[in-house]
């Protein structure tokens, strides 16, 4: 353990020296919003993939495949082809007409105030949904390796990590936590990749056909129906993980941290290679958990199977190799909550204080000092929540986030750009429906009622099988933007045509 100890050392120091760094060229918002726009392709791209790649990717989709095979996958491909719905509908219009948050991008054709705060309630409340998931991982991953510390001690730890990040360096210091760490996942996932497929004399056909045996399901493991035994769950599930990404709020904002719309567009294409190699690995990682540290095992370090990879890198690569896989994890979730704390905290203070209490006549000063203040009671709420959560896997948690994203920022952002009709009601009861809809779904499902104790939030029975509210919530935040529009008289056309030729050709100012 002391191997571990110092690993989480070293990676706490070296995210700290990069703060330390930033905090200098941190004095403007937009410095401390966009990292001053100054990051090329390659940097936002390895950036965008250590954002993505979260807690969930690489500790929940692991510990999903080794308990339930096939069906744990699903989450690796839908995240996988999620980038395509952000590259080719998204990245470059909102580069183009966004400053620092995805209100700016609305905002740029309906210049409104309850437009603003409502997506700035959207974009904090997706924020701490997947926040949360960050930090059960955390705290079940830091109690594995010491102990002495106990989960509340150790989201503690995360969260005050997390917020000094923000505080102090802003978009630079997260953007290269992020760049590290995306670069140290990708090497460890690959070292336990390959040794797993050593184990299987690198053929792809033996460690199929021995994964058939390996694990208490037999031959099911390969098969779908382990875990989504309701097939309208399962393609609920994979609406919210291919259409939520383009809703993020902390993926959304790493698009103003490049000079202009075809960087962003690069951006996109390196982090969709990297992810793509990333979540094929995601299938070694599970198939060798179930093979070589078993179902048992994986169950009583964590219910949720959360610890899965740790655990087979302790069992393949012994002390070193798990305390090495361990920092990477940590180092995967401080990246990540360091990102969702500054997306909601540049949603409050850009958004709500800048634009809707202070009427846009806030200072540079004043609005970055919003900004560490708001970030400090995001990461207070999403602390206090997740001691509620222990028991939930993250992979679910992060579900939950995509799907409220899907349908409550995806349709006013396609619609911002390619519907004429839309006008601000439309746009604000869109957002409202999806929000509310997805919110009340998840709170009347499986998730948190269950008959037997233990198994969920709270003791009883749930109103609707799906697990995951996609399949209802995101026609419905679609079908309450098109109501919208439709039930008001108001006329939203004037800026229409020059919408289009700017979130296309990336020109600011038109000839008049």
Same mark, same amino acid.
Request: charged content about 10%; proline content about 3%.
């Given at each position: 353990?002391?191997?571990?100890?110092?690993?989480?050392?070293?990676?706490?120091?070296?995210?700290?020296?990069?703060?330390?760094?930033? %905090?200098?060229?941190?004095?403007?918002?937009?410095?401390?919003?966009?990292?001053?726009?100054?990051?090329? @392709?390659?940097?936002?791209?390895?950036?965008?993939?250590?954002?993505?790649?979260?807690?969930?990717?690489?500790?929940?989709?692991?510990?999903?495949?080794?308990?339930?095979?096939?069906?744990?996958?699903?989450?690796?491909?839908?995240?996988?082809?999620?980038?395509?719905?952000?590259?080719?509908?998204?990245?470059?219009?909102?580069?183009?007409?966004?400053?620092?948050?995805?209100?700016?991008?609305?905002?740029?054709?309906?210049?409104? $105030?309850?437009?603003?705060?409502?997506?700035?309630m959207?974009?904090?409340?997706i924020?701490?949904?997947?926040?949360?998931?960050?930090?059960?991982?955390?705290?079940?991953?830091?109690?594995?390796?010491?102990?002495?510390?106990?989960?509340?001690?150790?989201?503690?730890? !995360?969260?005050?990590l997390?917020?000094?990040?923000?505080?102090?360096?802003?978009?630079?210091?997260?953007?290269?936590?992020?760049?590290?760490?995306? !670069?140290?996942?990708?090497?460890?996932?690959?070292?336990?990749?390959?040794?797993?497929?050593?184990?299987?004399?690198?053929?792809?056909?033996?460690?199929?056909?021995?994964?058939?045996?390996?694990?208490?399901?037999?031959?099911?493991?390969?098969?779908?129906?382990?875990?989504?035994?309701?097939?309208?769950?399962?393609?609920?599930? /994979?609406?919210?993980?291919?259409?939520?990404t383009? @809703?993020?709020?902390?993926?959304?904002?790493?698009f103003?941290?490049?000079?202009?719309?075809?960087t962003?567009?690069? %951006?996109?294409?390196?982090?969709?290679?990297?992810?793509?190699?990333?979540? !094929?690995?995601?299938?070694?990682l599970?198939?060798?958990?179930?093979?070589?540290?078993?179902?048992a095992?994986?169950?009583?370090?964590?219910?949720?199977?959360?610890?899965? #990879?740790p655990?087979?890198?302790?069992?393949?690569?012994?002390?070193?190799l798990?305390?090495?896989?361990?920092?990477?994890?940590?180092?995967t979730?401080?990246?990540? !909550?360091?990102?969702?704390?500054?997306?909601?905290?540049?949603?409050?203070?850009?958004?709500?204080?800048?634009?809707?209490?202070?009427?846009?006549?806030?200072?540079e000063?004043?609005?970055?000092?919003?900004?560490?203040?708001?970030?400090?009671?995001?990461?207070?709420?999403?602390?206090?929540?997740?001691?509620?959560?222990?028991?939930?896997?993250?992979?679910?948690?992060?579900?939950?986030?995509?799907?409220? #994203?899907? %349908?409550?920022?995806?349709?006013?952002?396609?619609?911002?750009?390619?519907? $004429?009709?839309?006008?601000?009601?439309?746009?604000?009861?869109?957002?409202?429906?999806?929000?509310?809809?997805?919110?009340?779904?998840?709170?009347?499902?499986? /998730?948190?009622?269950?008959?037997?104790?233990?198994?969920?939030?709270?003791?009883?029975?749930?109103?609707?099988?799906?697990?995951?509210?996609?399949?209802?919530?995101?026609?419905?935040?679609?079908?309450? #933007?098109?109501?919208?529009?439709?039930?008001?008289?108001?006329?939203?056309? #004037?800026?229409?045509?020059?919408?289009?030729?700017?979130?296309?050709?990336?020109?600011?100012?038109?000839?008049?």
């Amino acid at each position: 353990m002391s191997t571990a100890f110092l690993l989480f050392l070293v990676i706490v120091l070296g995210t700290l020296v990069i703060t330390y760094y930033a %905090s200098k060229k941190t004095k403007t918002t937009h410095e401390f919003y966009a990292a001053g726009g100054g990051l090329t @392709g390659w940097q936002n791209g390895l950036a965008i993939a250590g954002d993505y790649m979260s807690a969930a990717s690489f500790l929940g989709i692991a510990g999903m495949i080794a308990l339930f095979g096939f069906d744990g996958f699903f989450y690796s491909i839908g995240f996988l082809v999620a980038y395509l719905v952000v590259l080719y509908l998204i990245a470059e219009p909102l580069r183009n007409l966004g400053k620092y948050t995805m209100a700016d991008m609305i905002a740029a054709r309906f210049d409104n $105030k309850r437009i603003r705060g409502v997506a700035a309630m959207n974009s904090i409340v997706i924020s701490i949904f997947y926040m949360i998931a960050q930090l059960v991982g955390a705290g079940a991953l830091i109690s594995l390796l010491i102990p002495s510390l106990d989960y509340t001690s150790s989201v503690l730890i !995360v969260g005050v990590l997390m917020t000094v990040y923000v505080v102090f360096g802003g978009m630079t210091a997260t953007s290269w936590v992020q760049i590290i760490k995306c !670069v140290l996942l990708i090497a460890g996932t690959l070292i336990i990749s390959l040794i797993v497929f050593a184990k299987f004399d690198f053929n792809i056909g033996t460690m199929f056909s021995e994964m058939k045996n390996a694990t208490p399901l037999k031959e099911a493991f390969l098969n779908p129906g382990n875990k989504f035994t309701n097939g309208l769950d399962m393609i609920s599930l /994979n609406m919210a993980l291919v259409l939520g990404t383009a @809703g993020l709020p902390h993926i959304l904002i790493r698009f103003f941290t490049v000079k202009d719309a075809p960087t962003a567009r690069q %951006s996109v294409v390196v982090a969709t290679w990297i992810i793509g190699i990333f979540y !094929v690995m995601t299938l070694f990682l599970g198939f060798g958990a179930a093979a070589f540290v078993g179902e048992a095992a994986i169950v009583k370090a964590n219910a949720a199977g959360n610890m899965a #990879a740790p655990l087979l890198a302790q069992s393949l690569g012994g002390e070193f190799l798990f305390a090495f896989i361990s920092a990477v994890a940590f180092a995967t979730i401080l990246a990540v !909550v360091a990102g969702l704390v500054l997306s909601a905290a540049s949603a409050f203070a850009h958004d709500f204080y800048g634009h809707i209490l202070r009427k846009g006549k806030a200072q540079e000063r004043e609005q970055v000092r919003m900004a560490k203040i708001a970030s400090v009671g995001v990461a207070i709420i999403s602390i206090l929540l997740a001691l509620f959560a222990q028991k939930l896997n993250v992979a679910f948690l992060v579900a939950l986030a995509f799907a409220v #994203a899907a %349908s409550a920022n995806l349709p006013v952002l396609l619609f911002t750009v390619f519907w $004429k009709r839309f006008n601000t009601s439309g746009a604000v009861t869109g957002m409202l429906v999806g929000l509310l809809s997805a919110l009340f779904l998840v709170a009347i499902s499986p /998730n948190v009622w269950n008959p037997v104790a233990g198994k969920a939030i709270l003791v009883g029975e749930p109103l609707i099988a799906l697990t995951n509210p996609g399949i209802i919530s995101i026609p419905l935040g679609f079908l309450g #933007a098109f109501i919208g529009t439709y039930l008001s008289s108001k006329q939203d056309h #004037a800026k229409y045509d020059e919408i289009m030729v700017k979130a296309n050709t990336g020109i600011r100012e038109l000839a008049q």
